[in-house]
């Protein structure tokens, strides 16, 4: 993408109605160097402003979608460069309206696992492996791994995790509430696309308003979210596509004689 600097680590960027953003970065298993992220940022934003496109998907390699923040680059900063540099634009990951499908495949470590944990829904390859390692690098998760974790998959197995630094599979993680479903290694990506077809072709504001909803659901209390949700509920109803869907349903609708 245009903006991009990682020199010969990219992000590629495929679309349809389903925009793709593969890391690539295989020598350092897609560790997220301050550049991969910038270019994904740029990525990310570049599909969420495109309107051909109404679902992303993020995923990696085989062997890893992310082995965690770039570890060479960041183990010698002092404390003024770390406050002010470290982590503070992952967060606009979260700003994309779109729906993001993190497909997972082999590691998800450290910062790798907490990007997951950023998109809206988590499908794991057979061969996917979670986990906070940060603790054996003598840091502790910095980009939510302490915060979205234990949202996940609760206070016990979270703490686990990152006190521990042990990772976890993809049964495991399904098993726990981090991920939606276990994939097949090999058909992880084709199912991710899929998923993504499936919701670009939904209302594209429903979408966003069922993602915003759904995440205001964890900053807020259940009576400020049941009171968001209404409002959005009956906000929709001044959309062409409710009235165009509705339309539709009305004349897919068999019609039953009252006499039968
Ligand atoms: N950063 C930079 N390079 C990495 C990273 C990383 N996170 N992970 C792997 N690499 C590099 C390796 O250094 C190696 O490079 P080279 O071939 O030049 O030596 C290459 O990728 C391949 O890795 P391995 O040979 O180790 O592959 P293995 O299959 O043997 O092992 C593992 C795979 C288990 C994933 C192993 O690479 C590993 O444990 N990686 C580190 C995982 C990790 O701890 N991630 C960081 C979590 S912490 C974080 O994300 C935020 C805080 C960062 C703060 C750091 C400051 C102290």
Not at 10 to 35: E, Q
Request: overall charge negative; some cysteine.
């Amino acid at each position: 993408p245009e903006g991009g600097n990682a020199d010969d680590d990219d992000v590629v960027v495929v679309g349809g109605g389903v925009g793709i953003i593969t890391l690539h970065r295989p020598r350092a298993l897609n560790a997220l160097c301050d550049a991969l992220f910038e270019d994904l940022i740029h990525a990310a934003r570049a599909l969420d402003a495109d309107d051909g496109i109404g679902c992303i998907v993020i995923t990696g390699s085989g062997k890893a979608f992310a082995a965690g923040a770039d570890i060479s680059e960041m183990s010698k900063r002092e404390f003024a460069v770390a406050y002010k540099t470290m982590f503070a634009q992952w967060a606009d990951i979260t700003k994309v309206s779109k729906p993001i499908i993190a497909a997972v495949n082999g590691f998800a470590l450290g910062g790798g696992c907490e990007l997951a944990m950023m998109c809206d829904i988590i499908l794991a390859g057979s061969k996917a492996q979670f986990g906070q390692p940060e603790i054996n690098l003598g840091v502790i998760p910095g980009a939510g791994g302490t915060q979205r974790l234990i949202r996940a998959i609760g206070k016990s197995k979270a703490m686990e995790m990152v006190l521990t630094g042990n990772r976890i599979n993809a049964q495991e993680a399904m098993d726990a509430g981090l991920v939606s479903r276990v994939i097949d290694s090999e058909f992880l990506l084709d199912e991710a696309v899929k998923m993504g077809y499936g919701i670009a072709e939904k209302g594209g504001v429903a979408v966003r308003m069922c993602k915003e909803a759904v995440n205001a659901a964890e900053e807020m209390t259940l009576s400020e979210g049941l009171r968001f949700e209404r409002r959005m509920f009956h906000a929709l109803f001044a959309t062409r596509d409710q009235k165009e869907v509705s339309q539709y349903i009305c004349r897919s609708v068999p019609i039953v004689s009252h006499e039968t």
